[in-house]
């Protein structure tokens, strides 16, 4: 089975510039999950997607960070415009709901954002 | 609340030592699951292990054991004879009823050949 798909690994970018990291979770995954890490530090969630809805997106900082799920299938975090403090490994999961509860969610490698 | 606490930041121990990493938990949920994650150097975060809050039988997976206890909160993560491919960072995290993980901030594992 394919794990969660992530591109790029890694990005270098200057403050205000744009940049979309993409992620194709495992397949039949309905949950997926856009994570910031920041060096030293556990994820923090972004946004999560249930199917191609929107569940949490309270930390995402929408002045700046968009995301969407389409089709339900892959995703796209974009930043515009990126600030210094941003410069993060950004992580995608996907997890699949079975009955009641969920299951474990897989993470993808990662992108990992400088900027400078 | 909900709040995962690793309050070890970095543990270092030579080889075929034993280690126990630490984790305590909080949530007023009755229902919840438990997880570890290994994320080694190459950055990816790998699932180890699930459990949920009915079921506090111990486990242990080849070196690998796990000790819950919902009396003290707690899920601690134990090696046995560590080996330097355990080096990575460690993660506790709790899965919420809206299936988010709150995570702890890690404990960093160094095994010194």
């Known amino acids: 089975e394919a794990g969660v798909a992530q591109s790029p690994r890694y990005k270098i970018i200057e403050k205000r510039q744009s940049v979309a990291f993409w992620c194709n979770p495992i397949?039949?995954?309905?949950?997926l999950y856009w994570y910031q890490q920041i060096l030293g530090q556990g994820p923090k969630l972004l946004i999560q997607?249930?199917?191609?809805?929107?569940?949490?997106d309270s930390q995402l900082p929408k002045d700046r960070f968009s995301a969407e799920r389409l089709k339900g299938v892959d995703s796209t975090l974009k930043i515009q415009p990126a600030k210094l403090e941003d410069s993060a490994v950004y992580l995608c999961?996907?997890?699949?709901?079975?009955?009641?509860?969920?299951?474990?969610?897989?993470f993808g490698q990662g992108t990992r954002l400088t900027v400078v | 609340a909900q709040k995962v606490t690793q309050a070890q930041t970095e543990i270092s121990v030579v080889e075929k030592e034993d280690v126990t990493l630490d984790c305590v938990y909080e949530?007023?949920?009755?229902?919840?699951?438990l997880f570890w994650y290994k994320q080694p150097p190459s950055g990816e975060l790998v699932f180890l292990i699930r459990?949920?809050?009915?079921d506090e039988q111990n486990e242990i997976s080849g070196r690998y054991s796990w000790n819950f206890q919902k009396s003290t909160s707690s899920f601690n993560f134990t090696i046995t004879a560590s080996q330097v491919v355990d080096s990575a960072v460690y993660f506790c995290?709790?899965?919420?009823?809206?299936?988010?993980?709150?995570w702890g901030a890690g404990t960093k594992l160094i095994i010194k050949p």
């Open positions: 949530t007023r949920d009755t229902t919840y699951y």
């Open positions: 999961a996907s997890s699949f709901p079975t009955g009641g509860s969920n299951t474990e969610a897989f």
């Open positions: 995290a709790l899965r919420n009823s809206n299936y988010q993980l709150i």
């Open positions: 997607f249930q199917n191609n809805g929107v569940v949490d």
């Open positions: 459990r949920n809050s009915f």
């Open positions: 397949s039949g995954h309905a949950t």
